[in-house]
């Protein structure tokens, strides 16, 4: 067995991926090693990730897929709308992307138009890194959406969650149903609830 020496401290470094440079031969054989021998993750040509790095609940997803946006069941999880636990991480990508998705980590692309993308898209830091997300009325208003796929049980617990939350807001709310296409069954669902 060949033994393969990796520089841990640049994983570290960048959230646990690792970019292999071909300029640099030896340090780009041992990624390549490293990768054969199960010590790294190859997520796609010259990007590489120590597998510790993606089995946490939040992953660099902008490094697996630039531009990428954690949406449904991953911002459902992070803001504690429901108990669902995530079988994958749920990106949104714009509809006209071409994307080759690694073995691993698990993730479930949402394809959406450009316009919708930008709709309560948000920054924010979780274990030490930066993602792009959906905000949490942004990600209310999808369960409405996506309620025949993920269920009016669902769906009702995250309206439930969110109502209950003192940090609320009503007025973005009823925004983003109107430019998401939501608003009536959104409006009939809060004039029950609230």
Same mark, same amino acid.
């Given at each position: 067995?060949?033994? /393969? @020496?990796?520089?841990?401290?640049?994983?570290?470094?960048?959230?646990?991926?690792?970019?292999?440079?071909?300029?640099?031969?030896?340090?780009?054989?041992?990624? &390549?090693?490293?990768?054969?021998?199960?010590?790294?993750?190859?997520?796609?040509?010259?990007?590489?990730?120590?597998?510790?790095?993606?089995?946490?609940?939040?992953?660099?997803?902008?490094?697996?897929?630039?531009?990428?946006?954690?949406?449904?069941?991953?911002? %459902?999880?992070?803001?504690?709308?429901?108990?669902?636990?995530?079988?994958? !991480?749920?990106?949104?990508?714009?509809?006209? =992307?071409?994307?080759?998705?690694?073995? !691993?980590?698990?993730?479930?692309?949402? !394809?959406?138009?450009?316009?919708?993308?930008?709709?309560?898209?948000?920054?924010?830091?979780?274990?030490?890194?930066?993602? %792009?997300?959906?905000?949490?009325? =942004?990600?209310?208003?999808?369960?409405?959406?996506?309620?025949?796929?993920?269920?009016?049980?669902?769906?009702?617990?995250? /309206?439930?969650?969110?109502?209950?939350?003192?940090? =609320?807001? &009503?007025? =973005?709310? /009823?925004?983003?149903?109107?430019?998401?296409? @939501?608003?009536?069954?959104?409006?009939?669902?809060?004039?029950?609830?609230?």
């Amino acid at each position: 067995m060949i033994e /393969i @020496v990796i520089n841990k401290d640049m994983i570290q470094n960048d959230n646990g991926i690792i970019r292999a440079d071909r300029d640099n031969n030896t340090e780009y054989r041992k990624i &390549l090693a490293a990768a054969k021998e199960g010590e790294l993750v190859r997520l796609r040509n010259g990007l590489y990730a120590d597998p510790d790095a993606l089995t946490g609940s939040v992953v660099d997803i902008d490094a697996i897929i630039p531009g990428g946006i954690m949406c449904l069941y991953s911002a %459902w999880s992070n803001y504690n709308l429901t108990t669902q636990v995530p079988d994958a !991480f749920y990106v949104a990508v714009s509809r006209s =992307r071409k994307i080759k998705l690694p073995a !691993f980590p698990d993730i479930k692309l949402v !394809f959406q138009r450009n316009e919708l993308l930008e709709i309560g898209k948000v920054e924010i830091e979780e274990q030490g890194m930066k993602v %792009w997300m959906t905000d949490i009325e =942004r990600s209310v208003c999808d369960a409405v959406k996506y309620r025949n796929k993920i269920g009016i049980d669902v769906m009702t617990e995250i /309206i439930d969650n969110y109502l209950r939350r003192v940090d =609320r807001n &009503l007025s =973005r709310l /009823i925004e983003y149903a109107k430019k998401l296409h @939501v608003y009536s069954t959104l409006h009939q669902i809060l004039q029950v609830k609230l």
